[in-house]
């Protein structure tokens, strides 16, 4: 009769523990599903070391072509500064069209010269010669006002007609700007004052002779 009665709750004891087995079971379970998902899902989302990997090569890339130009820029720039500099040195050398020494024959201007001394010629020809150099007008100094005629050191002769027509200006006048005097007038001056080297502007006559002399101010 005891026994009969024990055996239902002998049932119900069992009944319990595997429940609570069971229950134990899942949960054991799941917590080891839940640890196993997180470790699947850091392998597949990258890590942050390898997202940030992946960065720092890009700049280093884009660091080195930063310095190629900058290499470039050493070089092609850095030379037409030199280029300039070397150029501001120019300024001291003489300009192309004016002398800087003699001229030789073929670079004389060739209607203008510098008087110096007149010969008598016999009075039956009427001319006199005068006794010249050919030159070029030089390059103007710093402390001048204007340019200086560089004559080729050589004197010629060349006759001047005693009906030319003559102008002139300081020192032989008074005037600063040209005015008609005789021939003789010019004559007398340059007796007065040889080998002044007044630079004058010519144009010849038929015969070769000078028929138009202009006196060509100099500082």
């Known amino acids: 009769m005891n026994a009969n009665r024990l055996r239902p709750v002998a049932f119900a004891l069992v009944a319990v523990a595997l429940t609570a087995v069971l229950t134990g079971c899942r949960e054991d379970g799941s917590a080891a599903g839940a640890d196993a998902a997180p470790s699947a899902g850091a392998k597949a989302t990258p890590s942050p070391s390898t997202t940030a990997g992946k960065p720092d090569a890009t700049p280093s890339t884009g660091a080195t072509a930063t310095a190629s130009p900058g290499a470039g820029g050493s070089g092609t720039p850095a030379g037409k500064p030199g280029a300039k500099h070397t150029g501001s040195a120019a300024p001291s050398a003489p300009a192309a069209d004016c002398a800087s020494e003699p001229p030789s024959p073929d670079h004389v ?7 110096y001394r007149v010969e008598e010629l016999d009075g039956s020809t009427g001319k006199v010669n005068l006794v010249i150099e050919h030159g070029a007008w030089g390059c103007p100094g710093k402390d001048t006002d204007g ?8 004197h010629s002769r060349w006759a001047l007609d005693q009906a030319a027509y003559v102008t002139a200006t300081n020192p032989i006048t008074d005037s600063s ?5 005789g021939v003789q007038e010019l004559i007398d001056w340059i007796n007065a004052h040889p080998d002044s080297g007044l630079v004058f502007r010519y144009e010849t006559g038929a015969d070769g002779a000078i028929h138009r002399l202009e006196q060509v101010f100099t500082p």
């Open 109 to 115: 201007d060739p209607d203008e010269i510098a008087v």
């Open 147 to 154: 340019a200086p005629f560089v004559v080729t050191g050589e």
């Open 177 to 181: 700007e040209n005015q008609r005097i």
